[in-house]
């Protein structure tokens, strides 16, 4: 599957998860690709306490990291309720962080002004990453099963 097919299945995965999971209403779903070809999708987890909240997609990298398999895209998408356009987020910092555990090139989904749907490897949002202080070898210890 090409890059350009892998992400718009991701957003068609993501909006009919959306649809399912909140038909009416604010909606939010993740979804990451593998390189193994496997798609995996979250939504937040709702809970009054706001502290306690995780990012939409983090369950989608966890569902990969326990089957160890290596993200190569991410995508997070929400609509503001049912009559509203999907529109798709940028990985927070934390999420980018997350995902620098399967390397820089990591596809992202991004925010862009025409809406459009637009994937940067994670490198291109983080050039300044703590990462580059290390020699790769050095940060490959934490990846070495995957």
């Not at 009416?24 to 306690?52: E, K, P, Q, R, Y």
Request: net charge negative; aromatic share 10%.
């Amino acid at each position: 599957m090409r890059d350009l097919e892998i992400e718009r299945e991701m957003f068609e995965q993501a909006a009919a998860l959306i649809r399912r999971r909140y038909p009416t209403g604010w909606g939010g779903a993740g979804v990451v690709h593998t390189a193994a070809g496997h798609f995996f999708t979250s939504v937040s987890i709702d809970t009054a306490n706001a502290s306690a909240v995780l990012c939409i997609e983090t369950g989608a990298m966890l569902e990969a990291h326990k089957y160890n398999e290596r993200v190569t895209h991410c995508l997070c998408v929400v609509r503001e309720d049912e009559n509203a356009p999907f529109r798709v987020l940028s990985p927070c910092g934390i999420c980018q962080e997350r995902l620098r555990y399967w390397g820089e090139d990591v596809q992202v989904g991004v925010t862009t002004a025409e809406d459009t749907l637009l994937f940067v490897p994670l490198k291109r949002l983080q050039p300044y990453h703590w990462t580059n202080a290390y020699p790769p070898e050095e940060l490959e210890r934490f990846t070495e099963d995957i």
